[in-house]
T-cell receptor
Framework: DGGITQSPKYLFRKEGQNVTLSCEQN?????MYWYRQDPGQGLRLIYY???????QKGDIAEGYSVSREKKESFPLTVTSAQKNPTAFYLC????????????????FGEGSWLTVV | AQKVTQAQTEISVVEKEDVTLDCVYE???????LFWYKQPPSGELVFLIR??????QNEISGRYSWNFQKSTSSFNFTITASQVVDSAVYFC???????????????FGKGTKLSVKP
């Protein structure tokens, strides 16, 4: 089945550790995104990538890093520089370049819960 | 500046009631897209609808309907004859075409938590 797979579902991080969240999609989408969700809040964009080996900062990129070595994969590393990393992280993907009249919807994975211990 | 406001933080209804979730947006672009997503307790965001700014036709899909009014910058979502399975957090989101064409810069509202009681 086509979709977006995030792993792990639950992750615990110790102070000062870097952790990496995996995101894989088999939808042949061009663009991939990482969002952060805090309780009672909407989603905020961390990073996005439109093509392989290229990515752009979103609204809250500080303390995070990404790579896009393959079209299907867009891992997110939460570094020790991120002072408040406890949150729900959602990966998403979409096609690009669709005409206005057609759908260019962003689809989301099931999310990963990160907790600092 | 872009902004999406969902003024209703939580709504509780009894099964079979109709319920409307409000969404008001702000944008300076003439070309933009509006979305509704459903987030059940499992966490995944489920896409419900996408609307572009040039299409003001209202849409109905089963028990769901959407009312897009540019004059009031609103994109409200109505569930008719609500069911327990409709219980979730619902997000309205805005994307402007000017953001590199990626449409990934979704600006989300804070969501409305809908509880449907049997």
């Amino acid at each position: 089945d086509g979709g977006i797979t995030q792993s792990p579902k639950y992750l615990f991080r110790k102070e000062g550790q870097n952790v990496t969240l995996s995101c894989e999609q088999n939808l042949n989408h061009d663009a991939m995104y990482w969002y952060r969700q805090d309780p009672g809040q909407g989603l905020r964009l961390i990073y996005y990538s439109q093509i392989v080996n290229d990515f752009q900062k979103g609204d809250i990129a500080e303390g995070y890093s990404v790579s896009r070595e393959k079209k299907e994969s867009f891992p997110l590393t939460v570094t020790s520089a991120q002072k408040n990393p406890t949150a729900f992280y959602l990966c998403a993907s979409s096609f690009l370049g669709q005409p206005l009249s057609s759908g260019n919807t962003i689809y989301f994975g099931e999310g990963s819960w990160l907790t600092v211990v | 500046a872009q902004k999406v406001t969902q003024a209703q933080t939580e709504i509780s209804v009894v099964e079979k009631e109709d319920v409307t979730l409000d969404c008001v947006y702000e944008t300076r672009d003439t070309t933009y897209y509006l979305f509704w997503y459903k987030q059940p307790p499992s966490g995944e965001l489920v896409f419900l609808i996408r609307r572009n700014s040039f299409d003001e036709q209202n849409e109905i899909s089963g028990r769901y309907s959407w009312n897009f009014q540019k004059s009031t910058s609103s994109f409200n979502f109505t569930i008719t004859a609500s069911q327990v399975v409709d219980s979730a957090v619902y997000f309205c989101a805005l994307s402007e075409a000017g953001h590199g064409g990626s449409q990934g810069n979704l600006i989300f509202g804070k969501g409305t938590k809908l509880s449907v009681k049997p």
